[in-house]
């Protein structure tokens, strides 16, 4: 219980240090990328789907596994088209006199 | 065997953060994002293989049923939707959570007094060990984070959908509901914390079924009494909040489970989410303390106690299309500044045509972006990116603001507040102190926007009546389309 608490303060100031420096443009990709990795609660979902002592217990885990994926799926998916979109300034509008448009 | 799995699970909290710190740059972001997501697979991996395949029917059921779900709302989504989104994933990732927890109790509860059960459960892969009390306040803690994620995350999902009103919904005695219902969560888990014990003869399984189930019941209640008076305005902090609940919600599953990968990763979301409440508070100059309390702003302009054109002894200066074209066209530097009725006029592809015609006849074209514009952090620079805006082209409050006295004409499309400078210079002004976009200082302000009603706060807006603005009133699409093809014609 003590070294997990040590590695849960650890983990936390790791995660401050690094995500204060995720400038503003990414805040949203940023939220639903840390969305998608909250859903590792999957991984004890499928520890209690394991369960096959108690049967109450296999199917509130099998109800747990199905919210976790649709976490981790979704989170994922969705973090990845947003971050598509982010693209540079394009070449031709790079010098003001070229007359792209 | 062990030994990989931790490996594996140490592996994946590698993964996730290297993945989060290529989040520091755009040009690295997707990569980050593809590196957390193969953590995930690894720790995913991992599990299955220390579990074995128990119940293989139900654990790749699951797996279908919820990729499916996942994969078809990730897709479908509108960018504008995406706080929306966002909510309904925190509150899944804490269902889970809460979920998990309830296994746990369902498999103490089918052991029977006794040790009738015992023989059976030591069949099992994950032996069952008896609840004693640090492990039952870690289930309680479970319980009770996971379901107030679940139920505030719905109702803030409500909220930016507009299925439930964005005003801030209060009854008498709410507050007293509130406590009460967060006192009887307490009693709750105290009673489930009472029924643990050292053996299980010493367990009081009635104790912890009743505990549990109350628990349950009380978050569940206590998330909805906690989001629903806060207004829609502050539901950017309220989502923000409630990603940090769906970490910690998942760091007291890994204290549950004995489990390092649900602990690190929990963390590091947990620390995610404070950093953009906290942000997001600076950016409105509101203690969090005082958003919770709710009640201020409601979720459409005029939501306040505003009339139109709330200051009939000032006048406002209204200029047209063609003068603005003109401005526009011999200015050195623009600055746009998108507020959230940019986005809701869906306006962002003309706002991003007129600026590629400005920047082909040599105008320096510029995005400022106030934290808050938008529906939830950087929510505006995702739409932008959206329309094609280069993200080089966007800039942060901190970092344009010395930069608007050295411009000629600043466009402001849609924002209110974020531009209002009573906020520098009036004490009585409720939005006092909170910092904004220096706009008033560049040449010439050019607002787009419907009318003079007031913003989200339902203040009146001096800005409007500065010596330096123009106001361009209509619809922002309708109005940049006619922008782009005067600059066209000229």
Request: proline share 4%; charged share 15%; with cysteine.
């Amino acid at each position: 219980m003590l070294s997990n608490l040590v590695i849960f303060i650890l983990a936390a100031f790791i995660g401050f240090e690094v995500i204060s420096k995720v400038p503003q443009t990414l805040h949203t990709p940023l939220m639903s990328g840390t969305n998608a990795i909250s859903g590792i609660t999957i991984v004890g979902a499928l520890v209690a789907t394991g369960m096959i002592e108690s049967p109450w217990a296999k199917w509130i885990g099998f109800a747990a596994l199905i919210v976790a994926t649709i976490n981790v799926v979704g989170g994922f998916l969705v973090t990845d088209r947003m971050l598509q979109m982010f693209k540079p300034k394009r070449r031709d509008s790079k010098e003001p006199s070229s007359n792209a448009a | 065997m062990q030994n990989i799995i931790l490996l594996a699970y140490l592996g994946a909290a590698v993964l996730f953060i290297l993945g989060m710190k290529r989040l520091q740059s755009p040009a690295t972001a997707r990569t980050g994002n593809r590196l957390a997501a193969i953590g995930m697979l690894i720790a995913v991996a991992a599990t299955l293989l220390q579990q074995r395949i128990l119940s293989p029917v139900e654990m790749i059921g699951g797996f279908v049923v919820g990729a499916a779900v996942g994969m078809l709302l990730a897709r479908r989504v509108a960018m504008t939707s995406m706080p929306e989104l966002v909510a309904v994933f925190n509150g899944f990732g804490g269902l889970a959570s809460a979920l998990v927890a309830g296994g746990e109790i369902a498999r103490y509860l089918s052991v029977e007094p006794g040790g009738g059960a015992v023989a059976q459960v030591a069949q099992s892969m994950a032996a069952l060990a008896p609840l004693d009390v640090p492990e039952a306040i870690t289930v309680v803690l479970c319980i009770l984070i996971g379901t107030i994620t679940f139920s505030g995350s719905f109702v803030a999902f409500g909220k930016l959908g507009g299925h439930l009103s964005g005003n801030p919904v209060s009854f008498p005695g709410m507050r007293v509901l509130t406590v009460l219902a967060a006192l009887g969560a307490l009693g709750a888990g105290g009673y489930l914390i009472y029924g643990a014990g050292g053996s299980f003869e010493a367990m009081d399984m009635q104790a912890i079924m009743w505990g549990a189930l109350a628990l349950g019941f009380l978050s569940l209640v206590l998330g909805i009494f906690l989001v629903i008076p806060i207004g829609g305005a502050d539901m950017p902090v309220v989502v923000a909040l409630l990603n940090a609940y769906s970490g910690l919600a998942a760091a007291a599953t890994g204290f549950m489970l004995d489990n390092t990968a649900l602990i690190v990763s929990g963390a590091l979301v947990g620390a995610s989410g404070l950093i953009l409440t906290s942000i997001m508070c600076e950016a409105m100059n509101r203690s969090l303390l005082n958003v919770l309390l709710g009640g201020f702003g409601g979720d459409n302009d005029g939501g306040g106690p505003a009339v139109e054109g709330a200051r009939p002894d000032l006048t406002v200066q209204e200029t047209s299309v063609e003068d603005v074209a003109i401005q526009l066209t011999y200015a050195e530097q623009v600055i746009v500044v998108p507020g959230y009725g940019m986005a809701v006029a869906q306006a962002q592809h003309q706002v991003r045509e007129l600026s590629d015609m400005l920047q082909a006849q040599g105008v320096t074209v510029k995005y400022a972006i106030h934290p808050v514009a938008g529906r939830m952090p950087g929510h505006m620079n995702v739409l932008l990116a959206e329309a094609d805006v280069p993200y080089d082209q966007l800039y942060e409050m901190d970092d344009i603001n010395s930069e608007f006295g050295m411009t000629d004409v600043s466009l402001v499309i849609g924002a209110n507040d974020v531009v209002n400078p009573s906020a520098r210079t009036d004490k009585a002004s409720p939005i006092y102190g909170m910092p904004i976009l220096d706009v008033d200082r560049s040449g010439t302000v050019v607002v787009l926007k419907r009318s003079l009603r007031p913003g989200y706060s339902g203040i009146d807006n001096m800005l409007f009546y500065h010596d330096n603005t123009r106001m361009l009133f209509g619809d922002a699409k309708d109005s940049l389309a006619k922008l782009v093809a005067a600059v066209k014609n000229l």
